[in-house]
């Protein structure tokens, strides 16, 4: 830096200079605003990011907590969203099953009717078993998609695969 | 070195005993092929006489009872094993070497009868035409005394066929209903065939083939569901074949248009209905005003439960079915069903007696798909017609919220956003919104009302969780200019930072 | 000024000094002199630049990532829109790997129409073109990781490039994905692969590019490197300029476009993701990453030549043409650096980056729907 002071010619008087020492200190705060800026630009999302968000269930694990084994007595069941697809899980004989809520027939959200222990697409009546999720009667081309789900304690998991 | 040469002296040995015990092996397996063959023959002749004894029998005693009763010694007998007793038949079948032996159409028909499901059955010609098929003399085995027919008329067909087919012990074996014949004597081919001796209209032949009879199951049988359309349409589209009996020919044309011949005959979708699943197969009839809210309804239960709450349900001529959706011509349903783009001028004589106002009506059916609508009968003016304005615009709401929601999360996913959370409430959206519209059937403002504001609820949900997606990108964008225009500053620093450079390069 | 040396006098710079004694190491690296004709378009530092970044954003993610069939996606899912700027950081990453890919291969393009490949540095090219081909397989790997239909039918069509080699075809299908289908089993292999062999792999690559470039020092474009014993053109002085500050700063300004780019890229069109892997639905448009797709559609469109099948030659000339890019310095004999004195040199080099244009649009333009069911 200081070889253009010495090496110019004239002294500190002369306007050239001063205006070459103004043009030097405006850059060199530029030059501290941008390291400052840049810095912070990077910092901000890496903090950002590796702070820990206060989700409900896991982070994105591929296991959804469905329910209390409490919430879900035998000969009941009910709909839950799993990630972004709805899923039916139901206790019946067969133990507690989940299948795809999606109805093969026009896509509509199944129910579980528990009078009649069938997992029913209120759309056009079709009736799927709640034992493997095959068609029993009504308009579905085919059976509902099963997805596992596991007994852990007193909860209900499902698990992606 | 020695050791590898007992390697090669063992392989050797090892080798020939491979190929010794290889050749025993097949000159083993020859032998017993020899053996085996040779003690077969004659077991399968005896077991062929044994059981081929019987059946003979029961076919002599049979012939005579075609024109009568299905006989119970017939059925003691003659009780035919599937498949099992194919051969023998053929073996003591002399129909069926004579025949053969003819050659030309009556080899054919040969070769047809045992490929049918009848010979394959151990069904013979004797247990149609009569006869006698184990004696190899002409004049015995087709003398008529011996119950011998030839080739039956029209109308005795339908008998020689029912003489079997209504027998229940003897179709049991095959799981096969009985109830054909019954079913054909109300049928409109039989009625004509029996009452009017109409020998143009169809008999069993005609659709199962004659001595080519297949499984209804198989699916190169004419009446495989598949084939169904094109099998009655050999009689029905043929405008010379049906003249005189004064019903259209186009309704396979028209069928082919509509969403259930779409469904069949294009996406194979064997769950849709044939000609007979409306008709009747063997007892085919037109359905009537009476019985078509039943027939749809055999598929439709939905539907047809929603139907029946309806006010339409009520009235005794009311509306039916294929009032508003057709016959043949069945199209996939929309909101344009509602309404005539300019509402018809209704007669009110059309509907009320004009003296009392009470209703008269004598809705059934309307030849043009754009009659059927529900200002055809509800006049503008009435209160009726707002109710169905209010159902309409219930749907209108509910379908074009979905639309929107479904628009804006494509927004939102086109602007690179990741949307799959919205598929839930979509989904519901979506599932309320075809159980507003099946509810229409109900006829009633509030049942339809209640689904479509469930619909237009779980679309506004979603459509706010796009909107939302939306607004983020916007901010990134924001931000984004923010950043950039920092990241500009800093380049501009650095500029500046490197021409001061190049001047104290130059100057030093 | 070459000689000139960074003063480092007292306070907190001279304490270190004291107990690390750099000053001569950072000196001998910062020190050098570029030939005042060097043109480097600042591409290599780009695509160096563009590596820090993928190293700093893929750390981040890995984080939270989660390489297993049943939580990859939903992993990937959470990253992207629940975690505090993680959009950014997987866009970024998404981003500066296709960057990293482009400058990559302009890199090799300027190198090449340059012709400082030749004598002395022919090492600095064969490392070059490794890095080339471990970049390659980072941008397979993590293509994989978000296990979403885009990614999993990408990676089955473009492992199905690999079954097209003669006679090993079959097993090195097997060895890439773990087993005969794309599985979890793949997932792990790629994620291993992208997160621990090839980051190693491309270190060292790198160091040794980089240390051998230091050692030679830039070329000068405009004229041949003399040999030993070969005297210099006379009446040609080389003048030099400095790279340190000036050239490290020119390249700072370029990272700092570059990192200007990257962030307008992801805000304006961030990382998407598909639904989820389906092996049993397959998608109306598969086709493999961009940069493939000139050898995916090569495959499809050559002829059978004598007792070759048409696959045979499709998937050998990509090979051939990768063991021509490597000892590239030792077939091209030709000592010229001049445009004018190669121009059988440049005029293939055209041809074939025309070829490769024109078969990747192509690829790009016909939805690749059979996934290699010939």
Known sequence: MDPVTVGSPG?????????????????????????????????????????????????????VLAAKVADLPAGSGKVVAMGSKPVVVVNGEGGVKAFSAVCTHLGCIVEFDATLKHIVCPCHDGHFSPASGAVVSGPPPKALATVNAVVEGDSIFLVAG | MKRSRTRVAFLDRAFRIGVLSACAAALALVVAQTVLAESPSPSAGASGAASGSPAASGKASSGPTLSGSPSASALATATPKPGATAPAKIDGNTCYSC????????????????????????????????????????????????????????????????????????????????????????????????????????????CHGVHDVKKASDPTSKVYPLNVPALCSSCHSDQKYMDGYNIPTDQLEIYKTSVHGQALLVNKDMRAPNCASCHGSHDAQPPTSTTVVEVCGKCHTATQALYDQSRHAELVNGPKCWTCHGTHDVVKPSEARFFHPTPPQID??????????????????FQNDEDRR???????????????????????????????????????????????????????????????????????????????DAAV??????????????AESQNRRQAMIIVVALIAVTILALVLLRRGLDHTYQAG | MATQTTAAPNGVVQWFEERVRATALFNALLHVPIPVEAKTYYLGGITLFLFMVQVATG???????????????????YITSIVEFGWLIRSIHHWAANGMIIFLLLHVIRIFVQGVYKYPREL???????????????????????????AFWATTVGTEIAAAVPFIGESLLQLLRGGPDVTDATLSRFFGMHVLVLPISLALLLAAHLTVVHQLGIANPKRPEPRPGQLPTPGLVQRWKPFFPHYVLDEVIAWAILLALLVVLASVS?????????????????????????????????????????RDVGILIPMLAMVVLVTLPFLDKNPEVAKRKRPVALIIAAIVLIGMGILTWYGGQIPAVAVAAS
């Not at chain 3, 750390?59 to 899912?77: F, G, I, M, N, R």
């Open chain 1, 11 to 63: 002294s500190g008087s002369d306007p050239h200079v001063q205006a070459e020492m103004g043009r030097r200190r405006f850059v060199r705060l530029l030059l501290g605003f941008s390291l400052v800026s840049t810095v912070s630009m990077i910092i901000t999302p890496i903090v950002g990011f590796l702070i820990p968000k206060k989700v409900e269930g896991a982070s994105g694990g591929g296991k």
């Open chain 2, 99 to 206: 025949h053969t032996q003819i050659g030309g159409a009556q080899h054919t028909i040969a070769d047809q009868w045992q490929a049918s499901i009848h010979g394959q059955n151990g069904i013979g010609c004797a247990d149609c035409h009569g006869g006698d098929p184990t004696s190899d003399k002409i004049t015995v085995s087709m003398d008529p005394t011996k119950g011998f027919k030839g080739v039956p008329s029209r109308q005795q067909t339908v008998g020689v066929c029912g003489t079997c087919h209504s027998d229940v012990e003897r179709m049991r074996q095959y799981q096969i209903p009985t109830d054909q014949y019954a079913k054909y004597k109300t049928s409109v081919h039989g009625q004509k065939l029996l009452l009017s001796n109409d020998t143009k209209v169809a008999i069993c032949t005609d």
């Open chain 2, 348 to 365: 009110c004589g059309t509907c009320h007696n004009l003296a009392d106002k009470t209703l008269k009506l004598n809705a059934d059916r």
């Open chain 2, 374 to 452: 529900c200002d055809t009968c509800h006049h503008v003016d009435s209160l009726l017609y707002s109710q169905a304005q209010g159902i309409k615009s219930a749907l209108d709401k509910a379908s074009s919220a979905y639309d929107l929601a479904l628009t804006r999360i494509a927004a939102a996913a086109e602007a690179g956003m990741i949307v799959a959370d919205a598929d839930v409430t979509v989904t519901q959206s979506k599932t309320s919104l075809i159980q507003a519209r099946a509810a229409v059937h109900t006829t009633k403002l509030t049942e339809v009302a209640a689904k479509a």
């Open chain 2, 457 to 470: 609820a779980k679309a506004k949900e979603a459509q706010d969780f796009a909107d939302a997606r939306l």
């Open chain 3, 59 to 77: 750390t981040l993610l890995s984080l939270y990532y989660k390489p297993t069939p049943e939580a990859a996606y939903d992993s990937v899912k």
């Open chain 3, 124 to 150: 600095i090219w064969v490392f070059g073109a490794l890095l080339f081909a471990v970049t390659i397989g980072f941008g397979f790997t993590g293509y994989l990781l978000p296990w979403d239909q885009k």
């Open chain 3, 270 to 310: 961030p990382a998407g993701l598909e639904d989820k892997a389906d092996a049993l639905v397959t998608p109306p448009h598969v086709k493999p990453e961009w940069y493939f797709l000139a050898v995916y559609q090569l495959l499809k469109v050559v002829p059978a030549i004598g007792p070759l099948t048409a």
